[in-house]
């Protein structure tokens, strides 16, 4: 690429930007219920006729695309668009235009003084930038939760979902102005070098966050691209724990939903641990996997238990253990006790969700102590991980950083607060030692 044509993107780009700055301010000043009120309005707007044939269509392109240049099939999973899930979609933005708002919220009230109170007070960080995989229905639940915490934000979307991801942003775009706000407070970016147009930003044009979802080496490498901060979402290495304990019908259950009902999903299961003593439940759970159509790969234990119950199973390799399948493959491992477990999980984790099956609920809590990760689960498949069933009405993704948010990144996640001080005319050189004294009283915040 020329000097010429950089420079061309990069002033595209910062144009871009710029007019999402202005819009996101102006979108922060409105009233709660002016922001909820489109957040409703696109929710109606995904659920008519011509539009779900409109983004079905677009989503075909996409999908036809995808089979003839042979893209992997956990991808063309996460690429998919039905009339369910624009309808869950649709229900997410109801739960977002439904919960009390953060923006503005008043987090702590505190008379320093007589006449001279403080405040701690939740704001929109500004502008967002999402880099994300190829997951079209990612673009409705960033933007409404974008929309829901007064932030703009300028979009990168897999290059597989390009004619999706347009045709979502379109609509977008006509309810922002039907609503007579700017759509510039949403953003779609064409291609990889405009987002990285958008990682050189600096001064009134830069973004305040960056959010990356993908795997650890893409989160690490825009990490390194930028000096932005930058939320990261990366791999999705859970594993499930059955304890000797563990009931053989509820580790079958949980076993199965963990894996099988999406396993694209970041949520989805990649490992089952069983304690040496667990037989009865890796039994029943690994017949149940096995006729989900699941491919299991165990270390010779669980080779030798499968052999005996008949069932399908290959050598685990080495690498096995640190792999995101994102489809119907799952590595067993049998451990002798919990320690192997959580040793297993420390080493080969990352961070996201792991879970466990147990009847005694102090080993439970022994579990949710010695993990790190975002997401610890008892009893309760990981795939509840998960920002609408967590109640936060739609995910930006899930974050397994440390800084700012942790886990399902909902509104709250996207906030930031200032300090309000309001006073009668006070210097600062009044208080201190043999001078007046703070009164540090609080008082309530008026917030329910």
């Not at 006729?49 to 240049?69: G, K, S, W």
Request: hydrophobic share 45%.
């Amino acid at each position: 690429m020329t000097n010429e044509a950089e420079a061309e993107i990069a002033t595209r780009v910062r144009t871009i930007a710029l007019a999402a700055r202005q819009a996101g301010k102006s979108l922060a000043a409105q009233p709660a219920s002016r922001r909820s009120a489109v957040l409703l309005a696109l929710a109606h707007a995904l659920e008519q006729p011509a539009t779900i044939t409109e983004l079905l269509a677009a989503n075909h392109r996409d999908l036809e695309a995808a089979q003839a240049e042979s893209v992997a099939p956990a991808l063309v999973a996460r690429l998919g668009l039905s009339a369910s899930k624009l309808a869950g979609l649709a229900e997410g933005l109801r739960v977002l235009a439904d919960m009390p708002t953060l923006v503005g919220r008043v987090q702590l009230r505190r008379e320093l003084d007589e006449g001279l109170v403080l405040e701690r007070v939740g704001c929109p960080l500004g502008v967002l930038g999402v880099v994300f995989e190829a997951r079209p229905d990612a673009v409705v639940q960033i933007s409404g939760l974008a929309l829901a915490s007064g932030n703009a934000v300028v979009l990168k979307g897999g290059a597989e979902a390009r004619h999706s991801n347009h045709a979502l942003v379109a609509l977008i775009h006509r309810v922002l102005a039907d609503q007579g706000l700017d759509p510039a407070s949403v953003a779609l970016l064409a291609d990889r070098q405009e987002f990285r147009a958008l990682l050189d930003l600096d001064g009134a044009a830069a973004v305040d966050l960056i959010i990356a979802r993908g795997s650890g080496e893409f989160v690490r490498m825009i990490m390194s691209s930028t000096r932005i901060p930058v939320l990261g979402h990366a791999e999705g290495l859970c594993h499930l724990y059955l304890h000797a304990d563990a009931e053989p019908e509820s580790a079958a259950a949980i076993a199965v939903d963990a894996k099988c009902s999406y396993p694209a999903a970041c949520n989805a299961i990649e490992t089952l641990l069983w304690h040496r003593a667990a037989e009865p439940a890796a039994s029943a759970a690994l017949r149940a996997l096995a006729e989900q159509g699941v491919e299991l790969r165990g270390d010779t234990e669980s080779l030798a238990l499968g052999l005996g119950l008949g069932l399908p199973m290959i050598a685990a390799q080495p690498g096995d253990w640190d792999h995101e399948y994102g489809a119907l493959i799952l590595s067993v491992r049998r451990v002798d006790d919990l320690d192997a477990a959580l040793a297993h999980i420390e080493r080969h984790g990352s961070g996201h969700t792991e879970a466990i099956v147990c009847r005694d609920l102090l080993v439970g809590e022994r579990f949710v102590e010695a993990i790190d990760a975002a997401c610890v689960f008892v009893n309760a498949s990981t795939r509840f991980a998960d920002g609408y069933r967590f109640g936060l009405g739609a995910e930006v993704g899930i974050s397994t950083s440390k800084l700012h948010a942790r886990g399902p990144v909902g509104v709250e996640g996207l906030l930031s607060t200032r300090w309000v001080l309001r006073g009668s005319g006070q210097v600062s050189a009044t208080y201190g030692p043999g001078k007046r004294a703070f009164g540090h009283r609080d008082l309530p915040t008026g917030q329910s």
